[in-house]
Nanobody, 125 residues
Framework: VQLQASGGGLVQAGGSLRLSCVTS????????IGWFRQAPGKEREFVAA????????YIADSVKGRFTISRDNAKNTGYLEMNSLKPEDTAVYYC???????????????????WGRGTQVTVSS
């Protein structure tokens, strides 16, 4: 499985971006999709995840109410809609996938086998 994240860029505080994660293969609908981010000098952290059916989502408290995760199984694509962006959201954002993530483990990096290259998001104040 190959993943490609895109949609990052430079945006002013309060602005919005939508990240996309396109995956290869015909089994996209069987994968849980996760988004993680890593800011300079910090460890990579969980942002959001969505189960294969799209029925279960998990959003980190730090972005709850501002970020939304979704997926389009017909397009093999996951999305992270980011609104009301803050300078502290500046990071490289990564998408990840796995077909055996249990509900209670969606926020853990070790739950995901497949990772894409990150996309840079920079929020200016």
């Amino acid at each position: 499985v190959q993943l490609q994240a895109s949609g990052g860029g430079l945006v002013q505080a309060g602005g919005s971006l939508r990240l996309s994660c396109v995956t290869s293969g015909r089994t996209f609908r069987s994968y849980t999709i996760g988004w993680f981010r890593q800011a300079p000098g910090k460890e990579r952290e969980f942002v959001a995840a969505i189960r294969r059916s799209g029925g279960n989502t998990y959003i980190a408290d730090s972005v709850k109410g501002r970020f939304t995760i979704s997926r389009d199984n017909a397009k093999n694509t996951g999305y992270l809609e980011m609104n009301s962006l803050k300078p502290e959201d500046t990071a490289v954002y990564y998408c990840a996938a796995d077909d055996s993530v249990i509900l209670s483990s969606m926020r853990y990096q070790a739950s995901y086998e497949y990772w894409g290259r990150g996309t840079q998001v920079t929020v200016s104040s």
